[in-house]
Structure formats: C-alpha cells, structure tokens
C-alpha cells in the first residue's frame, strides 16, 4: 500500500509528510527497495525522535509472521514486524519469556534490534543483542543477506543498534528464557536522596530485574529521591494460592485510554512538581513486596493508551544519557541540579544502572555506569537547555541514546567509540531524518 | 475433520479468514499463485494454532488446471471460500478488452470453473459450504467501476443459482457481498472511514455467517440498507448521477 501521510513517532516531534508505503509478500518487498534511491525503515513508530522518519518510509507492520518456534530450545524466529506484546501473546502460556525488554511491548522485533533494546535486567542480561542469533537483511538491490556472529559478522554487528541504515531486517532468530509463572516478585524501595538510590542498585546486583523512579525535581538532601523497584520472575510456590492454577494465563485488562491530545498548559514546572511528590510518596513503608502480573511490572505506560497526548500537541522530547560508573554519582547531581533549577520537569525520570557494554556492538547505546531517561514537553529555551546538559554528559565520557533523541548535534556522535567501524557498513540507500540530522 | 479450502489466499481478506478459521480449530489449504510466497503465513498459522496448514499452486484464470488441482487435495474441504478476484482499471478496461478480460475471467470465469468442480464434489458427499466473495459493486452497474460490476453481479447470480441448486443436498451456499474493505486492492483509494470494514471484520462476519449458514451477508453490515436504497433509484435519475 502506497500512500502520502504525515508521520511522527512517540514524541510526537517532528511530523513529517511521507510517502508510506507497507508490503507483505518478499518478491513485492525485494522489488520496492530496489527501484528506491533512498528509504526509511519503520517498524511501530515507538521511537522517540526521528529515528524512522524520512521521506520515503516503508513499514515493515506486514511482516507480521512467526516463523519458527522451538519452544524445547527456547529459540524463536519470526519476521521483522512481529510485535512484541504478540510475542509475549504466545509464549507467556508456553513458560516462555522475552530475554530483555524495554518499557513498551509495541515494538517491532526489527526496531528491537536496530536500537539494541535494554531493559531492566542489563546488569544481568545484557541488551537485546546478546541473544540474537542471526538475522537476514535485505540489500539495497533487494538482495537477501544473512547475518550473525559467523556470518557476515561485521554487517551482524553493526546493524545490532544501527538504526536501521545498513539494511532492511527480514527477520530474526533469537532465544527466550524459561519462566514459571507470569508474575514477578516486586520490592519496592524508598530511596531519599540519589545516594542511597545509588547505593541501592550496587546492593541489588544479584537481582534480575532492577530500574528506579525518580524524582528529577528534589533539591538539596533530596536530591534525586526515588522509587526503586526490584524484581524476580516469581515461582509457583511464591505465587497466591488463587493465582496458582492459572501461573502462565493473564485476565485481560481494561486499559485507559488518552483519547485527545491535551492543552498545552495541564504538564507545567508546578503540576510535574505535584505528581512527583504524590508519587514518591505513594507508597509509606520503606519497603513493601508485591505479587504483580508482568504486564503491569514491565509495562506500567502501555496501560494508558496514547500517553504521550498528555504532553500537548506540540509533543515532548526524551532525553536519555549514560555517565561512566565512576563519573555518575557528580554528573548527575550536577545535571538533577540543573534540570531543579530550571523548572522543565520530567516526572517520568528513570533511572539505572547498566553493566559492561558489549564490545562487538559498534553503536549499541549501554555502558557501565548510570543511565537516566528523562522527558520534557516541547517549551522554548529546551534545546538550549539539553545542549547544555549535553555538555555535562560529554565531559564525564557519556552518551546520548540515539532512538530516543530528536535534537542532539552530530559531535555527540563521537563518543561512540566503534563509530568509524559502524559507518563502514552503512548502506546509503537506507538513510532516516536522524541519520541526516547527525551525520551518520 | 474440519478444513477449509481458501482460493486466492494472497488477499488481505484471506489471510483475515485464514486466521479466522485456524483460530477455530480447522485445518486450511491456502491455494495462490506463486504459493511459496505463502510459506510465512503457513508458518505462522501453524505455529501459533497447531493446525495442518499448507500452501498450494493455484491459478484462477488457468481453468484447465482446475480438476487436476481439485483432485490433487490430500483431503476434501468441508468448506471452500472464493476469495479471489481483480479491480482492475474501469478506463483502461473501456479501451482495451484484454483488460475487460480479465476483470470477467478473474472475477467470474475463473470463480464459475473452480465452483463448478467443487460443487459437485460436495453435492455428492452430501455436505459442506461454499462461500463468494462478491461485491456490493455487482447490485448495479454504475458508470466508474461497472465492468468490475458486471463480472461480480453475474457472480452473485451464479452463487444465488448454486444455493437454490444445492439445497436438496444438504450443501450450502453464501454469498459474501463487501462494501468498502481496507485493504491493498482499495489502497489507492479514498474510502469514507466509518463505512469501511478491516479484513478482520470481514472474518469474523463471513465465520459467523458461514456458522450459521446464512444466504447472503453484506459487510458491513449499512452496505445492505446502502444498496437497497442504490438499487431503488428509478434508472431515469440514476443514468444522470455520476456514482
């Protein structure tokens, strides 16, 4: 299907008119790429900033099938625009799990793989990356190529985190983990102030699964008070006796829906500063556990349908670094002053810590060390004030996640320290709005 | 055992009844030109259903190969659903008859050639159903689109014959009447939103109505009370409006 329409991602910023095209069958597929000069490559749209926008974008929402399921090996091949919520649809009932997931189940397994997803469990299980086994790409002459650690290995690993500039992912092969049930055992810990936050997640290693809310707007001794929520995929034994017949099968759930975009002024410096301060305080004891579905843990915001209308019509803007281990603690008391300070509140700040970074991935986002993600509503002076926290953020040896940004200028590129060898496998039929922006 | 026969499996409608039905417990025999190109949705069906499912080669408009595939089922169908069929482009099909052509074989021709086979096997054994896919397009025959129009109004003739045919031997007919349907056959066109049906829509009705062995089902379901009101316009106004 081919058509013009106007495209945004989850920011909501920047729109542009483009023309889309979507195809199902890979004789019809093959053929596009080939008559293209250049193309965009999209999966659902759940980036940021401009990752998948561009002119000319295909969608890859048609490839939609599972491929191969081996549930005795725990390894699954499915095509590039599987979904992740459809993933977890099957194998949840299986005891089968994602190996890592972000935030949102509505990515594409492609999209998965272009940002090198991570999730709550880096520390542990490092990102998406780790437990791909091969993919198969397509050229820009609509040529199929394979790819993985044997094969074609520096195409495999470039484009693990590539952004979607060395080709179109066909489909991929990747293992999952057993679970038993379909819960997780949560703690939730108050944390007053970044340090003891900090100290938390160094106590917290031998956890799977382990991320903190922040609060970005504390000042002083409360600097970066949080919320910190550590968690295990529960076993039967832990699970309710009312939950036990059922350990893999979730009721579903009624979701909220944001259903117009609100007015400009509802998410300001005082609202944020309120929500923030309820929801640190939600919770009264120091430190609770909880019994949740993984719905709920994993993906607290897809519940909200379309929650990024809270931020207005001109959208938002995320904001996502990671500071060396050694230079986290200052840099980011310097940035939570900053940010204090200037009254551009997130009060979706999250924040956590990451273990080594895979040396084969040339452009994968993680290193050891803190990362925070951060969003602000598109207000004038924020550009400004994010090139200014930009500063901080490179001076400590840091670096920005590039399927989260709308905004940041090409030299931030440079701390990404296999960045020649990504860009010697860059295919410049497969360009994006990001990728011209930063000059990549 | 339960098994549908899909002819024309590439649509987006077949692939929603594909799904529709495999989610149902049945087994499926996608059948398509080009069938390789079927093997991901072959696989996924079966992998997320646990169903026999397979792709075979299909030709609507090779009408000599259609007893040879008929026989060549490793099983009869107890339900076979015509899916298949061409837009094609009312202009050019004005000028140029290969066009009309083959908006007539695909449409009616081929459809009639492989109904005809199947009708008769399932008039022996006595049971199943067979389902069309027509058009609302084949309630009359308007100026942009009425070779596409004709060919689908013949085959509702046909399938409203078959019914009245195939009654006494317990067999039944439906005919599948679309309005607007979202789908790569209308991509370039603009079609209003509230009246127009996803493939799944389309699905899920034609498994209930096939369920419930319903004649005729119209999708969604306004076309039906769109068309009446169409079809009575007296044809002295309705020659002059530029439908």
């Given at each position: 299907?081919?058509k013009f329409?106007?495209?945004k991602?989850w920011?909501?910023?920047?729109?542009?008119?483009?023309?889309f095209t979507e195809l199902?069958?890979i004789?019809?597929?093959a053929?596009f790429?080939d008559?293209?000069?250049?193309?965009t490559i999209r999966?659902n749209g759940?980036?940021?900033?401009?990752?998948s926008l561009g002119?000319?974008?295909f969608?890859t929402?048609?490839?939609?099938?599972?491929?191969?399921?081996d549930?005795?090996r725990?390894?699954?091949?499915?095509?590039?625009?599987?979904?992740f919520?459809?993933?977890?649809?099957l194998?949840?009932p299986?005891?089968?799990?994602?190996?890592?997931?972000?935030?949102t189940q509505?990515i594409?397994?492609?999209g998965?793989i272009?940002?090198?997803?991570h999730?709550?469990?880096?520390?542990?299980?490092?990102?998406?990356?780790?437990?791909l086994?091969?993919?198969?790409?397509?050229?820009?002459?609509?040529?199929?190529?394979?790819?993985?650690?044997?094969e074609?290995?520096?195409?495999?690993w470039?484009t693990?985190?590539?952004?979607?500039l060395?080709?179109?992912?066909?489909?991929?092969?990747?293992y999952?983990k057993?679970?038993?049930t379909?819960?997780?055992?949560?703690e939730?810990?108050?944390?007053?102030?970044l340090?003891?936050?900090?100290?938390?997640f160094?106590s917290?290693?031998?956890?799977?699964?382990?991320v903190?809310?922040l609060d970005?707007l504390?000042?002083g001794?409360?600097?970066g008070?949080?919320?910190?929520?550590?968690g295990e995929h529960?076993?039967l034994?832990?699970?309710?006796?009312?939950?036990?017949?059922?350990?893999l099968?979730?009721?579903?759930?009624?979701k909220?829906n944001?259903p117009f975009?609100?007015?400009?002024?509802?998410l300001?410096?005082l609202?944020v500063?309120?929500f923030?301060t309820?929801?640190?305080?939600?919770?009264?004891q120091k430190?609770s556990v909880?019994?949740?579905d993984?719905?709920s843990?994993?993906y607290p915001l897809?519940?909200?349908?379309n929650?990024?209308r809270?931020?207005?019509?001109r959208?938002?803007v995320?904001?996502?670094f990671?500071?060396?281990?050694?230079?986290s603690k200052a840099?980011?008391?310097?940035?939570l002053?900053?940010i204090?300070?200037?009254k551009?509140?997130?009060?979706l700040t999250?924040?956590?810590?990451f273990g080594?970074?895979?040396?084969d991935a040339?452009?994968?986002?993680p290193?050891?060390?803190?990362?925070l993600?951060l969003?602000f509503k598109?207000?004038?002076?924020?550009?400004?004030f994010?090139?200014e926290?930009d500063?901080?953020?490179?001076?400590?040896g840091g670096?920005?996640?590039?399927?989260?940004?709308?905004?940041?200028?090409?030299e931030?590129?440079n701390?990404y320290?296999?960045?020649a060898q990504?860009?010697a496998?860059?295919n410049?039929?497969?360009?994006?709005?990001?990728?011209d922006?930063?000059g990549? | 055992?339960?098994?549908?026969?899909?002819?024309?499996?590439?649509?987006d409608i077949?692939?929603?009844i594909?799904?529709r039905?495999?989610?149902?417990?049945?087994?499926?025999?996608l059948?398509?030109?080009?069938?390789?190109?079927?093997?991901p949705?072959?696989?996924?069906?079966t992998i997320?259903?646990?169903?026999?499912?397979k792709?075979l080669?299909?030709?609507a408009?090779?009408?000599?190969s259609?007893?040879?595939?008929y026989?060549k089922?490793?099983?009869?169908p107890?339900?076979?659903?015509?899916?298949?069929?061409?837009?094609?482009?009312?202009?050019?099909?004005?000028?140029?008859?290969?066009?009309?052509e083959?908006i007539?074989?695909?449409n009616?021709?081929?459809?009639?050639?492989i109904?005809?086979i199947?009708?008769?096997?399932?008039e022996?054994r006595?049971?199943?159903t067979i389902?069309?896919?027509?058009s609302v397009?084949?309630?009359?025959?308007r100026?942009s689109?009425?070779?596409?129009?004709s060919a689908?109004?013949?085959f509702?003739a046909?399938l409203s014959?078959l019914?009245n045919r195939?009654?006494k031997?317990?067999?039944?007919?439906?005919?599948v009447k679309?309005?607007?349907?979202?789908t790569k056959?209308?991509a370039?066109?603009?079609l209003?939103?509230p009246?127009?049906?996803s493939p799944?829509?389309?699905?899920?009705?034609?498994?209930?109505?096939?369920d419930r062995n319903k004649n005729v089902?119209?999708?969604?379901w306004m076309?039906?009370y769109?068309?009446?009101?169409i079809r009575?316009?007296?044809?002295f106004?309705?020659?002059?409006?530029?439908?």
């Amino acid at each position: 299907m081919k058509k013009f329409k106007e495209i945004k991602n989850w920011g909501n910023y920047p729109r542009l008119h483009a023309r889309f095209t979507e195809l199902e069958f890979i004789n019809e597929i093959a053929a596009f790429i080939d008559r293209q000069n250049n193309v965009t490559i999209r999966g659902n749209g759940r980036a940021y900033g401009d990752a998948s926008l561009g002119n000319n974008i295909f969608s890859t929402l048609k490839l939609d099938k599972f491929l191969e399921l081996d549930e005795n090996r725990g390894v699954i091949t499915c095509q590039a625009g599987v979904l992740f919520t459809d993933i977890l649809k099957l194998i949840v009932p299986k005891g089968l799990f994602l190996p890592v997931t972000p935030g949102t189940q509505f990515i594409t397994v492609g999209g998965a793989i272009a940002a090198d997803v991570h999730g709550k469990n880096h520390h542990s299980e490092g990102c998406f990356s780790r437990h791909l086994i091969s993919l198969t790409l397509i050229g820009d002459r609509g040529n199929l190529i394979p790819c993985s650690r044997a094969e074609n290995p520096d195409l495999f690993w470039a484009t693990v985190g590539g952004m979607g500039l060395t080709g179109l992912i066909y489909s991929a092969e990747f293992y999952l983990k057993r679970i038993e049930t379909a819960y997780i055992r949560q703690e939730t810990i108050k944390a007053r102030n970044l340090t003891e936050a900090m100290d938390l997640f160094e106590s917290s290693q031998d956890w799977t699964y382990t991320v903190a809310w922040l609060d970005c707007l504390s000042r002083g001794e409360k600097q970066g008070r949080s919320l910190m929520l550590r968690g295990e995929h529960a076993t039967l034994e832990e699970l309710p006796h009312s939950l036990q017949k059922q350990p893999l099968n979730l009721p579903d759930k009624r979701k909220i829906n944001i259903p117009f975009t609100l007015p400009n002024f509802v998410l300001n410096g005082l609202s944020v500063q309120a929500f923030n301060t309820l929801y640190y305080h939600k919770q009264w004891q120091k430190q609770s556990v909880d019994i949740i579905d993984y719905d709920s843990y994993f993906y607290p915001l897809d519940g909200i349908e379309n929650w990024n209308r809270i931020y207005g019509d001109r959208g938002f803007v995320q904001y996502q670094f990671v500071l060396p281990k050694a230079e986290s603690k200052a840099g980011l008391a310097k940035i939570l002053t900053q940010i204090s300070a200037s009254k551009k509140g997130s009060f979706l700040t999250v924040l956590k810590l990451f273990g080594e970074a895979d040396p084969d991935a040339c452009l994968s986002f993680p290193m050891e060390g803190y990362t925070l993600a951060l969003d602000f509503k598109l207000q004038p002076g924020l550009f400004e004030f994010l090139n200014e926290l930009d500063k901080i953020v490179l001076d400590c040896g840091g670096r920005l996640y590039l399927v989260k940004d709308a905004r940041m200028k090409s030299e931030t590129l440079n701390y990404y320290p296999h960045l020649a060898q990504f860009k010697a496998q860059i295919n410049r039929k497969f360009t994006s709005h990001l990728a011209d922006r930063i000059g990549l | 055992m339960k098994r549908v026969l899909i002819l024309g499996a590439k649509s987006d409608i077949a692939k929603a009844i594909a799904t529709r039905f495999a989610q149902a417990g049945y087994d499926l025999d996608l059948a398509a030109r080009s069938s390789t190109l079927l093997e991901p949705l072959v696989k996924d069906l079966t992998i997320r259903y646990n169903h026999e499912v397979k792709a075979l080669e299909f030709d609507a408009l090779d009408f000599n190969s259609h007893q040879e595939f008929y026989e060549k089922l490793s099983e009869k169908p107890t339900i076979a659903i015509c899916v298949f069929g061409y837009l094609g482009n009312q202009e050019s099909a004005q000028k140029d008859f290969q066009e009309a052509e083959k908006i007539i074989n695909t449409n009616y021709t081929g459809a009639v050639s492989i109904l005809n086979i199947i009708a008769n096997d399932f008039e022996e054994r006595q049971q199943g159903t067979i389902a069309g896919i027509s058009s609302v397009a084949g309630d009359r025959g308007r100026q942009s689109n009425y070779l596409y129009g004709s060919a689908k109004a013949a085959f509702t003739a046909y399938l409203s014959g078959l019914r009245n045919r195939l009654v006494k031997s317990g067999v039944n007919v439906l005919t599948v009447k679309p309005g607007y349907v979202a789908t790569k056959m209308t991509a370039e066109m603009e079609l209003s939103q509230p009246l127009t049906a996803s493939p799944e829509q389309v699905a899920e009705a034609v498994f209930q109505a096939i369920d419930r062995n319903k004649n005729v089902l119209y999708t969604l379901w306004m076309w039906k009370y769109i068309m009446l009101i169409i079809r009575s316009i007296p044809e002295f106004i309705f020659k002059k409006l530029n439908l």
